[in-house]
T-cell receptor, first 113, second 115 residues
Framework: AQSVTQLGSHVSVSEGALVLLRCNYS??????LFWYVQYPNQGLQLLLK??????LVKGINGFEAEFKKSETSFHLTKPSAHMSDAAEYFC???????????FGTGTRLQVFP | KAGVTQTPRYLIKTRGQQVTLSCSPI?????VSWYQQTPGQGLQFLFE???????NKGNFPGRFSGRQFSNSRSEMNVSTLELGDSALYLC??????????????FGPGTRLTVL
């Protein structure tokens, strides 16, 4: 069965610092992995997705994630945090042959000036 | 291209009532999925519809039901509302092609409060 685990429900960084949000997955088949961002009172917006084409995936707003099969990880990074990055971030894995997304519990990112 | 729209955006109901939420997918998208988001349980999958057929279902009681129309618009119904049904209900649409790599586009959600 597919599942994802996000380590750290809250992450705080200073503006300009590296952002690292952790996600580990469990999947019985090659996974499709996604990172979504949610701003207050809004729906989810796709940051990036892994669909086996390349292990380093670049997304919007300067975010990227690296798929590491040996570590079953798909951590999200951004070299330099901006105040506007403050939001909640969700890692998700898609169940095979469906559109069902299985989400992690989310990580709230705070960015301090 | 217009995004996913959900109506209403906010809803207040009392226990025992029923409610219907509506979702209009992006034009051309045939798959619509529904999710419930609560602080305690996070984001949980309710069901997915593709071409008017329920293709997948999550672990929710039968009080939660849905349907999809020929124009791909979808409705979700919750009967006999309970306090625990208070949540943000999110709808997502995608092309629905097989393989699982399609991007799901989410609507802004309907915030349901049960009193």
């Amino acid at each position: 069965a597919q599942s994802v685990t996000q380590l750290g429900s809250h992450v705080s960084v200073s503006e300009g610092a590296l952002v690292l949000l952790r996600c580990n997955y469990s999947s019985s088949v090659p996974p499709y992995l996604f990172w979504y961002v949610q701003y207050p009172n809004q729906g989810l917006q796709l940051l990036l997705k892994y669909t086996s084409a390349a292990t380093l995936v670049k997304g919007i707003n300067g975010f990227e994630a690296e798929f590491k099969k040996s570590e079953t990880s798909f951590h999200l990074t951004k070299p330099s945090a901006h105040m506007s990055d403050a939001a909640e971030y969700f890692c998700a894995v898609r169940a095979p042959d469906t559109d069902k997304l299985i989400f992690g519990t989310g990580t709230r990112l705070q960015v301090f000036p | 291209k217009a995004g996913v729209t959900q109506t209403p955006r906010y809803l207040i109901k009392t226990r025992g009532q029923q409610v219907t939420l509506s979702c209009s997918p992006i034009s051309g998208h045939r798959s619509v999925s529904w999710y419930q988001q609560t602080p305690g349980q996070g984001l949980q999958f309710l069901f997915e519809y593709f071409s008017e057929t329920q293709r997948n279902k999550g672990n929710f009681p039968g009080r939660f039901s849905g349907r999809q129309f020929s124009n791909s618009r979808s409705e979700m119904n919750v009967s006999t509302l309970e306090l625990g049904d208070s949540a943000l209900y999110l709808c997502a649409s995608s092309l629905g092609t097989s393989g699982g790599g399609d991007e799901q586009f989410f609507g802004p959600g309907t915030r349901l409060t049960v009193l």
